[in-house]
């Protein structure tokens, strides 16, 4: 239902962005005139300075759909997570996984107790943020499975991720860096001699800092990586990353989340269990863990980004791990000691 009148539940940006929208609505602009007008693109990088313009401008997109509301936009979040469910569920099948497994985790992955409490309620810009994520991770993956050359199809994958990566940039833009590492990663992991690794690395590192000291896009991630980074908190930071927030401690404006913690701090065995079996015996997942570790490595070391609404971006691999060791479960639990365990029955092989 749409409504009016803001939620109860508040943290401040989700109010800021409807307020801005209805302004610039009532000031005659709409998603499209916005863009083509000079006073109207001031008014739209007048914010904060153009940082995560995009979804002040998604927010603009919402009230235009369906009216100058709060729940505007949380509406069109709830779409978000569908084309998310949908693109991770497309991922799993092109990665190995059997038709059942990645059709069950959509459903698992819109009932889930985060995707529910987080884009019910609020008008936050994690939803986007992780749909454009997951929308870079498949098309690299169905980029790098491909067993034929063909330049429409590269052209085309190419074009998603470059947008993907465009748009994140103003949403939230450390997390560019943090899938361009991984991706590295992955393509040396999976194309590069072991031993031309250290090769690269002592050739890579000058590059490195040149490109630091010399191309604003690298500059900006590294001053913010200086300036907001502490290694020493990481400890404490992984801690509170993992677990937060506490069931019997959740704060007044995130109570919301108090049935989603009890979830997570119950379900939190199963997520480690499941991510261990798929890095394991699953290696094309492990991009997906490399990508997850480096991100909550960051929140970790960032005392501003220790928190629920951080961790909730990666709730989709979350999500698979404790639904696959529910998978596990449910093959011990059907399968007789007569018939034997079932071995990778999650797999189209």
Request: hydrophobic share 50%; proline share 5%; with cysteine.
């Amino acid at each position: 239902m749409i409504v009016a009148k803001a939620p109860a539940f508040t943290i401040k940006d989700d109010v800021t962005y409807y307020l801005w929208s209805r302004h610039v609505l009532e000031s005659g602009y709409d998603p499209l005139t916005i863009l083509f007008s000079q006073d109207g693109m001031s008014m739209l990088w007048e914010p904060v300075g153009g940082t995560h313009v995009f979804y002040y401008w998604w927010n603009l997109l919402a009230q235009y759909l369906f009216g100058p509301y709060y729940h505007s936009p949380v509406l069109l979040n709830v779409f978000l997570t569908v084309i998310v469910g949908v693109y991770v569920t497309k991922l799993l099948y092109s990665l190995g996984f059997s038709e059942s497994y990645s059709n069950w985790f959509l459903v698992f992955f819109l009932l889930h107790w985060d995707i529910l409490a987080w884009t019910s309620v609020l008008n936050l810009k994690g939803t986007i943020a992780m749909c454009l994520a997951v929308a870079y991770i498949y098309h690299f993956f169905r980029l790098d499975q491909r067993s034929t050359f063909s330049w429409r199809a590269v052209v085309f994958h190419l074009s998603i991720m470059t947008g993907s990566l465009i748009l994140l940039w103003w949403v939230r833009f450390y997390i560019i860096a943090v899938l361009l590492a991984t991706t590295s990663l992955w393509l040396l992991y999976r194309w590069v001699p072991r031993y031309v690794i250290p090769i690269l690395g002592l050739v890579g590192t000058p590059v490195a800092i040149l490109a630091v000291q010399s191309v604003p896009v690298f500059t900006r991630f590294w001053e913010t990586a200086v300036s907001r980074l502490d290694p020493v908190s990481l400890p404490f930071g992984l801690l509170k990353v993992s677990l937060s927030p506490r069931p019997w401690g959740v704060e007044p404006n995130y109570l919301f989340l108090e049935f989603a913690a009890v979830f997570h701090w119950v379900a939190f065995a199963a997520f480690c269990y499941g991510f261990a079996r798929l890095a394991l015996e699953h290696k094309p997942t492990r991009y997906l863990f490399v990508f997850f570790g480096l991100l909550v490595v960051t929140f970790a070391m960032s005392t501003r980004f220790q928190g629920a609404r951080q961790r909730y971006q990666l709730v989709f691999i979350i999500a698979l791990c404790q639904y696959h060791t529910l998978r596990l479960l449910i093959a011990h639990a059907t399968t007789t000691t007569e018939a034997g365990y079932p071995g990778q029955w999650w797999q189209n092989t």
